[in-house]
């Protein structure tokens, strides 16, 4: 099952006063009033997330969490199961607006939020008031179950790898354990990704705007967006002053592509025939203003000129002898699309194997040029041409051997990674079945 179901409730402690998580309080009607909308971009490699909690009068609470387009239609789904014609309409509208509105970055967000007067509070929202902003959102413990849903690996395979008691890793899973550096280490070595995965929220932030080189209405002019399109950051590069402007336009060796750039650069940077974010002050009637390009700086004869990057564009030149009001370097390309991995079953297989295999294959291809190289000066003589001949044929067949035992080791993990998918397919069905039984 691609969506995890988490049900809980909220409840008052009568001695203390404070609030308590408590097993769901079955066989007891009560009205959906609320919900939470929080999302995650995911990796480059992986796809969006999403987490809903729908929050009952009675105090329960259902936590939805998965790929966003499944929790949107599931969540839709319960509310659909509101008996009150006129309220279900109500919320599916909120929702819907909700769920537009809600970005990757967004904090806290209520489908009915009250307005904090002196109006009386519903019960719920007097229990929520008591429990932390962050409760809510993702969770490392959900990044963990995604990527373990991602992989087709159960909390159970998990544990066996890992030689650990099951029940430790269920405590991350469910949040009543913080996952710990050294945790996640050891997690992402069977989950093959990055620990940082599996910790923290991926660095995002809004595209500024879209450019293309082929369009001669455009021809290296980005026009600001407003539909609040998100990318995620590569975290190597990240600050809060990184922009990003993407490609939009087919057939074009940019197509799908990123562009990031620091905005306000301090220090002078080396941007001489580089691909920059340039702004170009326009003169007007009324006032100068400045408008934004991207493309191949470059300097000549003191005139200012940018380059048209793409190699098919009909002119060289972007433009020519403008006056620059500030340049500032691409720091980096990505192509999000292109950054896709299918070898879902290799994904899994120890990271020393891949480390061989391409070690040994580094050899071959080392011990091939310095024989080659050989045999430029030894072909005069028949003999050492066929000593050096069988020297090289013996050494390859050696690493060869050697690269077919790594091979075969590869071939036993996918192995088990094929049979572990059919037992989590087998284990998703009976979930399923369980589902439709209650």
């Known amino acids: 099952m691609r969506i ?51 929050f009952y009068e009675n105090g329960n609470v259902k936590e939805l969490f998965g790929p966003d387009g499944d929790v949107y239609h599931f969540a839709k789904k319960i509310i659909f199961q509101k008996k009150n014609e006129r309220a279900k309409h109500e919320m599916l509208e909120a929702f819907d607006a909700t769920w537009k509105s809600t970005k990757p970055t967004s904090r806290y967000y209520y489908g009915r939020p009250l307005q904090r007067s002196a109006r009386k509070k519903s019960g719920i929202m007097q229990l929520l008031d008591q429990v932390p902003s962050d409760k809510f959102q993702i969770s490392s413990g959900d990044l963990l179950k995604s990527k373990l849903a991602e992989r087709k690996i159960t909390p159970e395979q998990l544990a066996e790898n890992l030689d650990r008691n099951k029940s430790s890793i269920y405590t991350h899973i469910k949040g009543e354990r913080a996952l710990s550096k050294d945790a996640a280490i050891e997690y992402s070595k069977i989950l093959g990704c990055d620990p940082v995965d599996l910790m923290f929220d991926k660095k995002t932030i809004e595209v500024w705007g879209t450019t293309s080189f082929l369009k001669r209405s455009l ?70 203003y400045v408008s934004f390009y991207v493309g191949v700086y470059e300097t000549h004869q003191g005139k200012h000129n940018l380059i048209n990057p793409e190699p098919f564009a009909r002119e060289r030149y972007i433009l020519q002898d403008f006056d620059v009001a500030f340049v500032t370097p691409i720091v980096a390309v990505v192509d999000a699309e292109a950054a896709i991995d ?63 035992e ?33």
């Open 4 to 54: 995890t179901q988490k049900n809980y409730s909220i409840v008052k402690n009568k001695n203390t006063g404070k609030v308590e998580f408590k097993d769901w309080q079955e066989n007891q009607v009560s009205t959906l009033t609320y919900f939470y909308i929080a999302k995650y971009l995911g990796t480059l490699l992986g796809g969006n997330s999403a987490k809903v909690t729908f």
């Open 219 to 288: 021809n290296g002019l980005v026009i600001p967006q407003k539909d609040g399109k998100f990318v995620t950051v590569p975290r190597d590069f990240y600050s809060p002053s990184i922009r990003a402007v993407q490609y939009d336009n087919v057939g074009s060796i940019y197509t799908g592509k990123t562009f990031f750039y620091y905005k306000d650069n301090e220090r002078k940077l080396e941007t001489e025939n580089k691909l920059c974010f340039v702004g170009v002050v326009q003169e007007d009637e009324i006032d100068d």
């Open 342 to 404: 299918n070898t879902s079953k290799r994904s899994n297989v120890p990271e020393h194997l891949f480390y061989e295999q391409e070690t040994k294959e580094k050899e071959i291809a080392l011990l091939k040029m310095k024989y080659e190289d050989a045999l430029k000066h030894t072909l005069e003589n028949e003999k050492k041409y066929q000593k050096i001949q069988k020297d090289f044929e013996k050494e390859k067949a050696q690493l060869e051997a050697q690269m077919e």
């Open 406 to 438: 790594t091979n075969k080791l590869i071939a036993d993990e996918i192995k088990k990674q094929e049979q572990r998918i059919l037992q989590y397919r087998d284990e998703v069905f009976k979930q399923e079945e369980e589902l439709k039984r209650a």
